[in-house]
C-alpha cells in the first residue's frame, strides 16, 4: 500500500489527532510519516502477532483479535483490538476500541493512542512510554514507573476523554 492510499484513508482520524496535538491536548502526537516511514502493509484483520523482524507498519482495515499481542513494528487498527495481554514495543493507533486485561508498553519513542473506548484491568508504561485512552471508558489500574499517571490523566480530561481510572501507581509488578 502506499503511503499516500493509507493517509486518504486515515485523514479524518489524523486529522483530529493533529488539532488536538496544535492544541497542546496530546501527551504523544501521531505521525504518520514517521509510522509509515519505513513502508506500509495492509491487512484485513490480525489472529497472530506480526513477526519481530518485519520493519514495515501494518494497517489494519478490520479488528484484531488476538489472546496475547506482541507488537514490534508500527501498526494502525482502523476496527476494535480485543485480546488477553499486549506487550508494545513500537506505537499503535486504534481507530476503535480496545480490550484487554494488561498492556504493557516499553521505550519512549514509541505511544498507543486509542480513539475509542477502552475496557484495560492494567495499563503499564515503562521506560517512558505514552498511552493516550482519548475515547473514554476504563483503566482498573494506570502504572507509570516514571509517577506521570496522574499528569496524564489530567491531560486526558482536557482532551475530553471520559475515562475512570480506578488506581495509578508507579510500581511495576
Excluded: C
Excluded at 489494519?60 to 488476538?66: A, Y
Excluded at 499481542?69 to 486504534?94: C, F, K, N, Q
Excluded at 493516550?132 to 491531560?155: C, N, R, S
Amino acid at each position: 500500500m502506499k503511503l499516500e492510499d493509507a493517509e486518504r484513508l486515515l485523514a479524518a482520524p489524523i486529522s483530529r489527532l493533529t488539532a488536538m496535538d496544535q492544541q497542546g491536548l496530546l501527551a504523544a502526537p501521531v505521525d504518520l510519516q514517521q509510522l509509515f516511514g519505513n513502508g506500509v502493509i495492509e491487512a484485513e484483520t490480525l489472529t497472530t502477532s506480526i513477526p519481530a523482524s518485519r520493519k514495515e507498519a501494518t494497517l489494519v482495515t478490520g479488528s484484531v483479535d488476538v489472546p496475547d499481542w506482541y507488537v514490534a513494528s508500527p501498526i494502525v487498527v482502523m476496527g476494535d483490538v480485543v485480546t488477553r495481554t499486549i506487550d508494545l514495543r513500537d506505537s499503535v493507533v486504534v481507530v476503535g476500541t480496545l480490550r484487554a486485561t494488561e498492556i504493557r508498553g516499553t521505550d519512549e519513542r514509541h505511544a498507543l493512542t486509542v480513539l475509542g473506548a477502552v475496557t484495560i484491568g492494567r495499563a503499564i508504561m515503562t521506560r517512558q512510554y505514552i498511552m493516550q485512552f482519548l475515547g473514554g471508558g476504563t483503566v482498573d489500574e494506570l502504572i507509570d514507573e516514571d509517577g506521570g499517571a496522574d499528569e496524564l490523566v489530567e491531560l486526558l480530561e482536557k482532551a475530553g476523554s471520559l475515562l475512570r481510572v480506578g488506581a495509578t501507581g508507579t510500581r511495576v509488578p
